[in-house]
Every structure is written in C-alpha cells, then in structure tokens.
C-alpha cells in the first residue's frame, strides 16, 4: 500500500520527503473527517464529492495547495486512506536521501521507557520526535499510561503527528525547536534527545558553549521537574574535548548531575554516521554513585556488556568522561599510571602539534614536495623510499613540513601507527591521515614514542578516538594526552635500553629466519 501511495506520488513530481508526508497527511485527515461525519460507504465516493470534502474540510491554510486535480486526489486516496500514518512516516523518512536526518535505533526508546517504569516517571518529553519514529513504531510507549509531549521542529511532520495521536488523549504534539529556549509552561519527569550533532549555534556572546550538544540540553534543563531525568545522545567529542566544552561539562554536572554513562555500540547509527557515540543520563537531585557501562546489541535490544560504579565525588573531580579508558579490562594499570607519583605533563605544553595537508589523488603527480602518508609507516618507522610527491610551490606547504625527530603518527585509518621522522634531503609533508608532534627540548621524541606505543598509551589514545570501525582522531584531543616527565638522563637511558633490545629482537628473528628458509629448502632437496 505504502510503495502503491509513493509511486503515484513520484508520477505526479511529489517527491521531497515533505511532500510525500504532506499528501498522505491530507489523504488521512479527510478519512478522519468523512469517518467522523459518518459518511458510509467513503472509498466509493465520486472524485468530484470527494475532492470537495477534502477541500472544505481539509482546506489549504494548514496543508497547502493540492498539486493536482480530483482525479489524482482520488487515486491517492484510493491507495492511501487505509494506510498507517506512522508507518508511513518512518518508511518515507528512511528512503529519505536528500535530508539525511538520523533515525535512531528503537533500542535507545526502549531503555528510556525502561527507566521511566523504573523511577515511575509518567511525563514525558521527546524531542525532535521524527529522529525516534522507529523507537515510536516498536514499541508503541503511547498506547502505556504515559502523558507524552512530542516535540519537532518540521511543521509538516508536527501535522502528521497531531493527525495519527487525535485519538490519544495522553499525546501532546508541540511545534519548537531544542535549540532555542523553549517557552513551556510544563515541566516533564524524562525527557529525550538527540541533538545535531558538529552544529555551531548563534547564541548570546555571555553563553559558555556555541556546541548544539551543548546548547540543546541547556534549553532542556529548566523544563525537567525535581527528581526527573534528562537522557541525551552525545558524540565522542563532547566527552573529552578541551576548550569550552570542559567548562560546559564541568558546569552542567554540577547544575544537574549525571547519573549514566554508556558507551553505545560500534555501528549504530549508520548510515547516518559512523562516530563513537555515548547516551547520558543527567538528573537534578544529588547522586551517590555514577554508573558507567558498555552496551552491546542482543537481538536488537541494548544490553549491557560492562558496567562499574564510581562514586559522585571522583567523578566530579574527572577532566573529561571518557568512560571508554574506565571500562578497559586493563584500567588497573591505567590508574596505577593516573595515580603514580612521578610527575606528568600534557603534550600541549611541551610539543607543537598539528595535522597534514590535505591531498586528492588528482594532485598526487611527479613534484618536488613528497608527501608522507599512512602506507609509509611500517614496524614503527618511515619508509622513505616509496613517498608519493606533488607539484607544489614550497611556501605553500611549509606548514606541513615534517623535520628531523618529529613523532608522526596516524589520525585515520583502521591501525594506530607512529614513528620518529628520521630526516630527509628536500621537503616531506604530512598528509591529513598524519598528526605530526614536534617536541621542545623537555621532552624526547624517541621516549614520547615509546609511552606512547605502551599499554597505558595505547589506552589514552584508544579513548580519543572520535570513529568506531576507522579511527579519527583530532589534534586538539592528542595535546591532552598526559606523558610521564622524566630528566633527559632516565629519557635516553629507556630509549637506548628499547633500541638495543629490538635490534637485539630483530637480529634473533632474521637468523632463525634465514636458518628455517635453508632446513626447508634442504628438506624439500631431499624428497627426490
């Protein structure tokens, strides 16, 4: 029925993702109305008879103008007016590819539900409710005891939405946007979002955060009651990123502080986006404890994985909440490293550090300037001899210039690689796959490698990654990395210590390689 409405629809030039809501809104509300007038027999009615009682009582002020004449209304409603609006709704969002705009998986609605039964929660609000169709679709939380306010900015959709819950008394449907102040008088128990995750928003110059995360739950937080709970989607960067996003976190948990944290799985949003994503729970009365945990997908529900308890106090006392490092089967010695005595010191402080240029293939021709990439890194160190080179003014690209002793290391991909730039004759620049760390005379770039490659650093760089499957890391998020500070003594006296034993390594396995090659050969010699 729904594929028969669109491709009368595309046939007619009723295309966008609001048209197509538009006419199966118009068909359904002029069901509504015959139905509510009593009017038998309202699938046999004349096209004409029809089309008039869609046009008095349906009317163009709120819907528009019908693009079409009777006959067409006639056909569309011949396919459409038994159709289920909400079904509708998410199948014609979902084929959507012009918008793009997230649909979020049913598993995130179900664990709000979850927690609303949990904490006897009875109103609730759900923002940008098109984002939620599918969760909406599942599990039918309005059909529960439930007083529901759904939220959406798109007037169309807010028309379809008061269209299919007329019947429902305990669904309120509200045009208005999460990224400005909301003036309502209701105050709600839960509330729901997923905000637009990278926008930056035109706020008031005395805001402390421009973030739309960030900006969409300061909006929200004067609509949630005493004792209620907030529960947002968030991007990776908002657990950890420097700048004003700290201050945002730190501000926030102390207005309304967070009770959840967990980390979704890898892959849930896609196609829509392929970021780490984290749900967190904020409520505005005084908590003992802070769960974290990692969610896993069971049969389509979110389950969890892992979870540990940390108590409010330390939790207020955290930098960031990057929750990832927490839940590591190996955090215990990442707090031994946390709380070590030596003295430690962020890269920002002792390092210049920045990201490549970025280079289509197009550009990639015979030139002076050999640009180094992702492939060149290999068993930790740069194979020179197989860069790939522009044709480039040199001025143009000094910023990107790698020196003698950088440390590069990878940003994208699918493998964290790093290695000290040996030096070269000409210029080499990094590629935007490649952050390249440039130390001051504090710190050694060999020994930085070293920490880095650890245990312990392989945890710290693992939790900035803003990806899940391909790696994405920003170089604001690296300066915050914490290094132990050693003298220059104890920094050479490891580096020499680790140089030796890996040739030491490599020495022993060339010669029990070339020492199999020869048993095999003489084996396979003497089989003849």
Known sequence: MIESFWNICLLHDISSRDQLLREAVRVTHTRNVLEQQKVANHTLLEPEVLFRWMKEHVGERELGHFPGDQYLFYKLYQA?????????????????????????????????????????????????????????????????????????????????????????????????????????????????????????????DEVTIRDSEGVAVNHLIPLLQDGGRISVTFPARMMFQSGSIVTWRKQTNELIPVCNINLLPDGL?????SIKTYQVEFGNLPAKEVHLGRLQLQKMALVSEREITIHAEQFLQLENWRIDMMLEEDHDLLHVFQQAAVPKVKLRDVAEIFRGKSILKQNLKSGSIRVLNISNLDDSEVILDELETIDEEERKVRRYEILSDDLVMTCRGTVNKMAV???????????????????????????????????????????????????????????????????KEKQIDRINKYNEEKQRYKTIVQEATTRWEQVKNQLYGELY
């Open 80 to 204: 459409g007016w038994n159709i289920d609006l909400l079904e509708y709704a998410l199948q014609t969002l979902q084929q959507d590819r012009v918008t793009g705009g997230i649909i979020v998986h049913s598993g995130i609605m179900d664990r709000f539900v979850t927690m609303c039964d949990h904490h006897h929660y009875q109103s609730l609000l759900i923002t940008e409710t098109e984002k939620y169709i599918r969760g909406l679709v599942d599990k039918q939380c309005f059909k529960q005891s439930f007083r529901l306010t759904l939220l959406t900015e798109n007037y169309i959709f807010a028309k379809l939405l008061k269209v299919y819950f007329e019947p429902y008394p305990n669904v309120n449907v509200i045009q208005g946007s999460i990224y400005h102040p909301l003036p309502l008088n209701e105050k709600f128990e839960a509330i729901l979002a997923i905000p637009n995750f990278g926008m930056k928003m035109d706020e008031d």
């Open 269 to 273: 949003f896609r196609p829509f986006t």
């Open 421 to 487: 730039f040996p030096g070269s004759e000409g210029i080499v620049i990094a590629s935007a796959n490649i952050i390249v760390i440039r130390f001051k005379s504090t710190i050694l770039s060999q020994y930085a490698k070293i920490f880095l490659e650890s245990p312990v650093g392989s945890t710290l760089i693992k939790g900035l990654q803003r990806g899940t499957t391909v790696m994405n890391l920003n170089p604001a998020d690296v300066a915050e990395i914490e290094i132990p500070l050693l003298t």
